[in-house]
């Protein structure tokens, strides 16, 4: 158990670290935001209504980041050999290499999401719902990228493979995210059906992504 | 009988299936002609769309087919990484190209019906946005076989993604009945019997065998196409390697 929190340390510290790829995530997070107005013009009222649509879409697209080393160092430098030698079951190291991914990565953007809101006039309430579902909803979005990124490993660039092959899966995390935070905001839509969906989504893929993204980095070293 | 082990030797498959394969593209013409024929001419205008129904011939078909594609993606998939089956990967990969066309054209076509019937080229509906996320798939699919330089390997991997991305077919079938939607209910394979008149029943279906059978023979001669690309592949590999390394070398300079 201790190695565990090893490698999610480990995880953790990388990203932080070398290069600086968590904050360049939150960076990114911060340019697809201060791009959008640009594009649909500076009506806040506009951008109220629809910038809990933009706060998820920009942390979907956060989350693409950085998935492309996620194993592939390990795959190059032989950790994954040896850990695969060690005996241990390697669906333990995917899911450590994952939170601390996340960690890195996804909950700086649950964080910034609140800040980033006032940018859009997002009113307080809905600001609330938007971090919440961002907070119950991006490890999923990570947990689904971890297998692109286990997919795509041996691969010299596999950083547009993994957002073509990611985001398709993601539908279902961004569909229910955004209509549990619009269910918050407006009356007549349901808020706990969408939420509860979510939070299922979540926990089904932490169920299943790990043991997939496991498969697919033995399939990757035969 | 053939049994699915006889068939793991490919050169046995390619035998048989060139045997088969000029019957069933015959077949598959025979059906489309007749169904053509049934649906464009033979059979009623809509009281409501007028001839513009008959799109429905065209775009019922490849929209079965696009999720029938994936399915048998996916079966074939479990061959892969189940039982290692050798054409397992071979039919999945070959099978990909002509599921993306049959999705393509179930949403130009399906397009091209809204327009006049609904008014609009496109609805963010659930079951228009799911097959537009199946496309993608296939799209995502083809381009990470490609991405891989072993053949082998690269039917492994993108078995697991084909077996991920397997969740959207039941949305696709279902989007209609779970969500209120524009499109319309299923109303040929549903509960209590087919809705639609037999008058427009009976050349959909002879569409639908018509389609079927053109994705057999399609899907056959790609498989043979792909059997014979790999056999190119080992060929080339063996003779550059049995080259001289000096050969080799002359062959670079003199700009080989």
């Known amino acids: 158990m201790s190695g565990f929190f090893a490698i999610v340390r480990q995880t953790l510290s990388l990203s932080l670290r070398a290069g600086g790829g968590a904050i360049v995530g939150l960076v990114f997070f911060l340019a697809v935001v201060t791009v959008i107005p640009f594009g649909v013009g500076p009506d806040l009222n506009l951008l109220g209504r629809i910038g809990p649509a933009i706060l998820w879409i920009g942390a979907l697209l956060a989350s693409l980041l950085g998935l492309e080393r996620l194993f592939a160092a390990d795959r190059e430098d032989g950790t994954l050999d040896l850990f695969i030698v060690s005996g241990e079951p390697l669906v333990l190291f995917v899911l450590a290499r994952t939170i601390g991914h996340w960690l890195a990565t996804g909950l700086p953007v649950v964080v910034a999401a609140p800040v980033l809101g006032l940018l859009l006039d997002v009113e307080p309430l809905a600001l609330g719902a938007v971090t919440l579902t961002l907070l119950v909803g991006s490890p999923a979005l990570t947990l689904i990228g971890s297998v692109g990124a286990a997919l795509t490993a041996g691969l010299a660039r596999g950083g547009t493979m993994i957002a073509v092959l990611v985001l398709p899966l993601a539908v279902p995390v961004l569909i229910f995210g955004v209509s549990a935070t619009n269910g918050a905001i407006a009356d007549p839509e349901p808020f706990t059906a969408p939420f509860l969906l979510l939070a299922a989504g979540t926990l089904m893929a932490a169920a299943l992504a790990p043991a997939t993204a496991a498969f697919a980095l033995k399939l990757g070293l035969e | 009988m053939w049994s699915l082990t006889q068939l793991a030797n490919p050169t046995r498959f390619l035998g048989l299936s060139g045997r088969v394969l000029p019957w069933v593209a015959g077949a598959s013409a025979l059906c489309l002609a007749a169904g053509l024929y049934l649906s464009l001419f033979a059979s009623p205008a809509d009281y409501q769309q007028g001839d513009s129904v008959r799109i429905m011939y065209i775009h019922v078909p490849a929209a079965w087919l696009a999720m029938f594609c994936y399915t048998l993606m996916a079966v074939s998939a479990v061959g892969t990484l189940v039982w290692r089956h050798p054409l397992a990967d071979v039919s ?115 569409m639908a065998v018509g389609f079927t059978l053109l994705f057999v023979a399609l899907h056959l001669a790609a498989m043979r196409a792909e059997i014979f690309r790999r056999r190119l592949r080992t060929a080339q590999l063996v003779a550059a390697h049995r080259r001289p390394v000096g050969a080799a070398a002359a062959a670079a300079q003199g700009g080989l």
């Open chain 2, 92 to 206: 999945a990969k070959a099978a990909a190209p002509i599921g993306a066309a049959f999705t393509f054209m179930a949403l130009v076509t399906g397009s091209l019906w809204g327009k006049p019937t609904w008014g609009t080229w496109w609805v963010w509906d659930a079951r228009l946005t799911s097959v537009l996320v199946l496309l993608i798939m296939y799209l995502g699919l083809i381009a990470l076989w490609r991405a891989f330089e072993e053949p082998a390997r690269a039917g492994r991997i993108v078995a697991v993604l084909i077996l991920v991305g397997f969740v959207n077919i039941p949305i696709i079938k279902f989007s209609v009945d779970w969500w209120n939607t524009l499109h319309q209910p299923a109303s040929v394979l549903r509960m209590g019997g087919p809705s639609i008149d037999p008058s427009m029943l009976l050349p959909l279906l002879v």
